[in-house]
């Protein structure tokens, strides 16, 4: 150990680490687990600070990881290889390519969180201006820090001027009502006349309202892929390298 509560240092690791954060889960034998963000991850192993670490838990302590990635359950066994006041530090048993795999996969994920999605008519998701009646907008793009939505001019909206702060409640079926404060950027006309887009920046909102923001992001990512149709030729284009073009892959007309 490198110091009380400190990770290992670089010079021990078999590979380097990229801060990335991830929810995962933690098993252990006897019924014990525990959650936590990962804090950092390399193609071998994570570094997490869990809110709690269960009693019996030591270096070398075995056990499994679970998280969730593109709507699968992964699980992977590994054991523990820095216990300290900062986190915990595991390492995966024989799986190191498919953590390695999986991870870029999360990491992908989680990229596409950040940039957000297109938000579509039959996704049902609206915003109420709170306190006012009749201040409804139909969202249509989301990131984890602005939302788009697209309303109709009225009275009790207000001129929505840039820079005014702006409160809301964000509804979807079958889900939780996410309460949202934000500062306007600016309102621009719609896509049917009479109709104006505003485009709110998130200030202010609390941690777990974030992480329900980027849950309903990934959630809309998976109903994206679960729309489209799979085309075996769009594989063969993508894994055939820039020096062996797929005959499948189309030229620009």
Same mark, same amino acid.
């Given at each position: 150990?490198? $110091?009380?509560? &400190? ?7 078999? /590979? ?8 995962? *889960?933690?098993?252990? #034998? ?34 499994? !990881?679970?998280?969730?990635?593109? *709507? ?9 290889? /820095? ?11 024989? &799986? ?15 990229? &596409? ?31 984890? $820090? ?7 001019? =009225? ?6 001027? %840039?820079?005014?702060? !702006? ?8 889900? #939780?009502?996410? #309460? ?6 600016? =309102? ?19 941690? =777990?309202?974030?992480? %329900? ?15 489209? #149709?799979?085309? =075996? ?21």
């Amino acid at each position: 150990m490198d $110091g009380a509560g &400190q990770p290992p240092s670089r010079s021990r690791r078999r /590979h380097d680490r990229m801060g990335f954060r991830y929810r995962v *889960e933690l098993e252990f #034998p006897g019924g014990k687990s525990m959650s936590g963000i990962t804090r950092d991850v390399s193609l071998n192993g994570a570094f997490l600070a869990p809110a709690f670490i269960p009693h019996g838990v030591r270096e070398g302590s075995s056990g499994l !990881l679970h998280m969730i990635v593109l *709507e699968q359950r992964k699980t992977f066994p590994f054991r523990v290889v /820095h216990l300290g006041e900062s986190g915990i530090g595991i390492e995966m048993h024989n &799986q190191g390519e498919n953590f390695a795999m999986t991870m870029s996969a999360s990491i992908l994920q989680e990229t &596409q969180v950040d940039l957000g999605v297109e938000v579509l008519e039959n996704d049902c998701i609206r915003v109420i201006r709170d306190r006012q009646v009749g201040c409804e907008g139909r969202v249509v793009k989301i990131t984890p $820090g602005h939302i788009e939505f697209v309303f109709l001019p =009225a009275r009790e909206w207000g001129e929505l001027a %840039a820079g005014s702060r !702006l409160e809301l409640t964000l509804t979807q079926p079958k889900c #939780p009502a996410l #309460p949202l404060v934000g500062v306007v950027r600016g =309102a621009r006309g719609g896509p049917i006349d009479g109709e104006k887009v505003c485009t709110l920046r998130l200030r202010d909102i609390k941690e =777990a309202t974030v992480d %329900a923001l980027r849950e309903r992001i990934r959630m809309l990512h998976g109903k994206r892929l679960r729309e489209t #149709p799979f085309r =075996a030729e769009s594989t063969t284009a993508f894994s055939s390298g820039a020096d062996r073009p797929s005959a499948t892959r189309s030229r620009p007309s």
